[in-house]
């Protein structure tokens, strides 16, 4: 069975803006999907069952297949839930999208422990938690397709979002591991940085580039990164307005010294230390 027809898929936060397209784009393309939404609002408060059962009847009225759940991602209890539901509905689970994300945005001078936890809760622990139910199915079955939502804070950074990035840089360590273990069972992991016009965004970035940044031109890339035919592993894409790169950390070939350097010495060699031209893709020198 090629591309992701009959594979049984998790989306988290599917209840609307990205994860809605992601949901509507893989059921389209033949896959049974998990709409995995607690319906709450842009902070994290609040919860509701409308907005999964929303998408789910959307996809149902197009001929596809859905079935709502209404857990959060941020307990081990709720991410259990959720792959019980691929389980007991669908029969497997073969891939997982982790995208359900809150906002907690303030300056790290101002960000309150509450503020810290709750972002890193939904986006980090809720990554693990949902991957970590599905893995040993994963693992058995000789097949499973993990992607994370990352972000350009976490590559890059964004006033105001320090909970955030780190949350989203700590999914790329994740997945850079989980591709490293997940190689000799036929599982890839791979991270999205995507680029949409939703309601986390609204009034973040300039309403006309907002405007050519469609959440549907973000789901091909993860519907090819949850296909059969998907062999990247550990790979970091930015996606959005109809642009798909690949994003990778790169080394220069820094300075040796054969003696710990003296603070003067190590000053006098800074600039070499930090150029960057004729940089190459980085690799673990002990893994
Ligand atoms: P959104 O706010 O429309 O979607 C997030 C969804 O996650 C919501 O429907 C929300 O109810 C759900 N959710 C929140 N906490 C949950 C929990 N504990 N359990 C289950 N569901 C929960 O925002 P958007 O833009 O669609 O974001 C999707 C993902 O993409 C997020 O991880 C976000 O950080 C990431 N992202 C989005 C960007 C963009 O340009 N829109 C940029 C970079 C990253």
Redesign the pocket.
């Known amino acids: 069975m090629s591309g992701v027809q009959d594979k049984v898929i998790v989306i988290?936060?599917?209840?609307?803006?990205?994860?809605r397209a992601y949901a509507h784009f893989l059921a389209d393309n033949g896959a049974c999907v998990v709409v995995?939404?607690?319906?709450?609002a842009?902070d994290?408060t609040g919860y509701s069952t409308s907005?999964a059962d929303a998408v789910v009847e959307e996809i149902r009225a197009a001929g596809g297949q859905a079935v709502p759940n209404y857990?959060?991602?941020?307990t081990p209890e709720?991410a259990a839930e959720i792959i019980d539901t691929a389980l007991s509905h669908f029969g497997a689970i073969h891939g997982v999208v982790n995208?359900?994300?809150?906002?907690r945005d303030t300056t790290f001078h101002k960000m309150t422990e509450d503020e810290w936890d709750a972002v890193i809760k939904?986006?980090l622990y809720?990554s693990y938690h949902v991957t970590r139910a599905a893995w040993p199915h994963f693992r058995e079955q000789q097949f499973g397709r993990v992607v994370v939502?990352?972000?350009?804070?976490g590559l890059y950074g964004n006033f105001g979002q320090a909970n955030?990035g780190a949350a989203?840089l700590g999914l790329v360590g994740l997945i850079n591991t989980l591709a490293i273990e997940g190689a000799k069972y036929n599982i890839t992991a791979n991270a999205v940085?995507?680029?949409?016009?939703?309601?986390?965004?609204e009034d973040v970035a300039p309403k006309e580039l907002l405007e050519t940044?469609d959440?549907t031109l973000v789901a091909p890339a993860v519907g090819y990164l949850m296909s059969t035919e998907n062999q990247d592993t550990g790979s970091v894409f930015v996606v959005?307005g109809g642009l798909v790169q690949r994003v990778a950390v790169f080394q220069n070939d820094g300075v040796r010294f054969d003696s710990a350097p003296s603070l003067a010495e190590i000053t006098s060699r800074w600039a070499e230390i930090s150029d960057m031209s004729g940089a190459k893709p980085g690799r673990n020198p002990v893994g």
């Open positions: 988290t936060g599917a209840g609307g803006g990205l994860g995995n939404d607690l319906g709450g842009r994290g907005m857990s959060s991602v941020a709720g995208n359900a994300g809150i906002l939904v986006h809720g939502a990352t972000s350009t804070t955030y989203k940085a995507p680029l949409a016009r939703t309601r986390m965004t940044l959440p959005g």
